[in-house]
Nanobody
Framework: VQLQASGGGSVQAGGSLRLSCKAS????????MNWYRQTPGKQRELVAT???????NYTDSVKGRFTISRDNVRRVLYLQMNSLKAEDTAVYYC????????WGQGTQVTVSS
């Protein structure tokens, strides 16, 4: 299983970024996929989830600003992040669980106020 995340960067508060995560080695279309984030000294936090059927769930702090989606043909997971805030600054990881957790390499998002 390989998960390759990309799309991070530096933006000003109020800006937008879209993260992508290309998956290989799994039956992507049947897996629940997740985005997590982590800041130094803190535990990794679940940000958003999308099931194989397209149902989504978000942590309260990003509801209405972030959108998780998936392209099962291209085997890509997305996280559209709008109205970014300084507190969204973190390393973002894509994730799926197949008996154990599989993680992408992480992509840094930095939001300056």
């Amino acid at each position: 299983v390989q998960l390759q995340a990309s799309g991070g960067g530096s933006v000003q508060a109020g800006g937008s970024l879209r993260l992508s995560c290309k998956a290989s080695g799994i039956h992507f279309g049947i897996n629940t996929m997740n985005w997590y984030r982590q800041t130094p000294g803190k535990q990794r936090e679940l940000v958003a989830t999308i099931t194989s059927g397209g149902s989504t769930n978000y942590t309260d702090s990003v509801k209405g600003r972030f959108t998780i989606s998936r392209d099962n043909v291209r085997r890509v997971l997305y996280l559209q992040m709008n109205s970014l805030k300084a507190e969204d600054t973190a390393v973002y990881y894509c994730n799926t669980k197949l008996g154990r957790n599989f993680w992408g390499q992480g992509t840094q998002v930095t939001v300056s106020s």
